[in-house]
């Protein structure tokens, strides 16, 4: 007599090497873009902070990107219409709180995207959108998270504020500098990391006798991380800050003589202190040095600091739009995470597990 196998015992009947043949199917086939979508209570609107990227999450949906004014009075002071009907609709709204570099040289600050942002989703709420959820690729005030001196504010538990005030109901981050500050928000928050993405690059690397390096204390837990999927072994460097953008690096936690290195951070301002862990790295006798971020912030005197470092490569994703400098930079390459979020957005509207795109 017949006997049916329950969906345990199927996958136990299974060898191993089929499972992984078919985890490496299911990859494969989140990173296809969808088919076309005609569900017009699903939206993904955007702010001006990174038009390309939302581009590309909105090609991987199969959605238009939804249709908006944003312009600005000859004061400065910024105007949003939206030019489709959000009644009822559950909207997406991508907008990274960074400044960007326009080809006219023009630089427009962190604060104009923020504004932008408060303003498209005030819109929508009174325009009575179902569901209004900030997609926030990178969140510039996380590294304002508590009064280090006296009398200081504490901004990102602000913006938070801010965003819940806007009209936001929940929130989608990528790589907050501490990930604590979902506590600031009181609307639910989902944060992704673009870890996936960092570590299927340097897989493919394949870089000989690998150890995964964290600048700082504070990013061990990343790091560790990092190091357990690459099957690497972890160094640490003890830095101390001497004043804002100014790092004192220490001394090297862990034996890197003769390894290669993989730094990991969450961001890169003016890569002052990125620079200097390199140099006490191959001072400690590392035979090369890697860098990688979630976001390239890359002031001031960045992309000079690392073309003249020791670094070999920087390898950033595209939360941050680079300037003209960056792009023709060679050491620094940029990976897409718009599959990422896209599939992230995907998992919200859908009601199912975000927590799956970080098996």
């Known amino acids: 007599m017949a006997t049916l196998a329950t969906t345990t015992e199927k996958k136990q009947l299974t060898s191993p090497e089929d499972r992984d043949r078919d985890k490496e199917k299911d990859k494969a086939a989140d990173r296809r873009p969808q088919r076309s979508r005609a569900d017009d209570k699903f939206k993904v609107f955007s702010g001006t902070a990174n038009e390309p990227l939302a581009d590309e999450v909105c090609a991987f949906l199969g959605l238009a990107r939804g249709q908006a004014v944003i312009s600005r009075f000859s004061d400065g002071e910024a105007y949003v219409q939206l030019q489709e009907n959000v009644r009822g609709a559950d909207v997406f709204v991508m907008q990274s709180t960074c400044r960007r570099i326009l080809d ?18 005030d819109a929508l709420k009174r325009a009575s959108a179902r569901r209004i959820t900030a997609v926030i690729p990178y969140f510039g005030y996380a590294r304002q998270d508590r009064k280090d001196k006296p009398r200081a504010p504490i901004s990102a538990k602000l913006v938070a504020d801010l965003l819940t005030t806007a009209g936001a109901n929940r929130a989608l981050i990528v790589d907050l500098h501490a990930p604590q500050l979902q506590g600031f928000f009181n609307i639910p928050v989902d944060h992704l990391f673009a870890s996936p993405v960092l570590v299927d690059h340097f897989k493919r690397l394949n870089l000989p006798n690998l150890t995964v390096v964290s600048p700082d204390a504070g990013g061990v837990e990343r790091a560790r991380f990092f190091a357990k999927k690459m099957d690497a072994a972890l160094a640490i460097v003890d830095k101390r800050r001497v004043e804002v953008n100014v790092a004192e690096v220490m001394n090297v936690i862990g034996d890197v003589r003769g390894r290669t290195c993989l730094v990991i951070d969450d961001l890169i301002d003016t890569a002052g202190t990125l620079v200097k862990t390199a140099s006490a790295l191959m001072d400690s006798g590392a035979s090369a040095v890697y860098t990688c971020c979630s976001h390239p912030v890359l002031s001031g005197p960045a992309v000079q600091n690392i073309s003249l470092s020791c670094i070999k490569e920087v390898v950033v994703t595209n939360t941050v739009p680079l300037g003209e400098a960056a792009k023709l930079e060679p050491k620094i390459k940029v990976l897409s995470i718009a599959g990422l979020i896209g599939r992230a957005i995907q998992s919200i509207h859908e009601e199912t597990s975000v927590s799956k795109l970080f098996l």
């Open 104 to 121: 006219s040289g023009k630089i427009t600050s962190v604060d104009e995207h923020l504004m932008e942002l408060l303003l498209i989703m």
